[in-house]
């Protein structure tokens, strides 16, 4: 399948937004990155409180980390994308490092296009060590 490169470029563009968000822990930038109504899925924990976020939390406990000088940044390592039509699924192989710890994991999203902008609906994570 050959893929349009101004849609993957303003995929990859929602993927940056995403990375900036992390790094800043800014509510700017993850209205950017996700809709309200997303959701991030922790796929190495069955903790009720930490297994399913919204947007709005996943957003406050980067904030907070943030808020207390913990040092955090996501760094991709690889980005895969694949889209049909208004409908995308990105993975995104990463570094994440928060504070003096790092660990490596994968980032799948799924994304939909409304009024021109792709935006994240849920973020589905695994950390592998």
Known sequence: MTYDD?????????VDA??????TGKMEHFRRAFYPF???IN???E???KVKLTRDEFAGRVAKRHEENTPTEEIAHGVSVS????????????????????VWGTDYFNMVKHC???RITQKIYAVTH
């Open 6 to 14: 101004s849609e993957v470029a303003a995929i990859h563009e929602t």
């Open 18 to 23: 995403y990375l900036k968000a992390i790094k």
């Open 38 to 40: 997303a959701h991030i």
């Open 43 to 45: 796929a190495n924990t």
């Open 47 to 49: 903790d009720p409180d």
């Open 83 to 102: 889209y049909m039509g208004d409908a995308a699924n990105v993975r995104v192989d990463f570094e994440l490092r928060v504070g003096e710890n790092t």
């Open 116 to 118: 021109g902008v792709w």
